[in-house]
């Protein structure tokens, strides 16, 4: 399976951005599908994360601050982030769970820049 994640870039403190991942056709049975980070200096950590039925979860990072979304046809999650914060900043992995299986598959990260 292949994850595509996109929307990454520079926003200024107080911006908005929204971040959106697609697995591949090929993803067949996704569960949990959902988001992490890693901040400079900092472990990953949990942003969100969305189970098929459309239950939701957040991390402490984001809370509050974030909607995340997922479209089960089209095997797509969406991260909507807003209000950021130069700490936000970092490489944001989107990740996908198969029902019955443990294991994480992970998409490329993609960098988010927020300016002062």
């Known amino acids: 399976v292949q994850l595509q994640a996109s929307g990454g870039g520079l926003v200024q403190a107080g911006g908005s951005l929204t971040l959106s991942c697609a697995a591949s056709?090929?993803?067949?049975?996704?569960?949990?599908m959902g988001w992490y980070r890693q901040t400079p200096g900092n472990e990953r950590e949990l942003v969100a994360t969305i189970k098929r039925s459309g239950f939701t979860n957040y991390g402490d990072s984001l809370k509050g601050r974030c909607t995340i979304t997922r479209d089960n046809a089209k095997d797509t999650v969406s991260l909507q982030m807003n209000s950021l914060k130069p700490e936000d900043t970092g490489v944001y992995y989107c990740y996908i769970t198969f029902y019955g299986r443990s294991e994480f598959y992970w998409g490329q990260g993609t960098l988010v820049t927020v300016s002062s």
């Open positions: 056709r090929a993803a067949l049975g996704i569960n949990d």
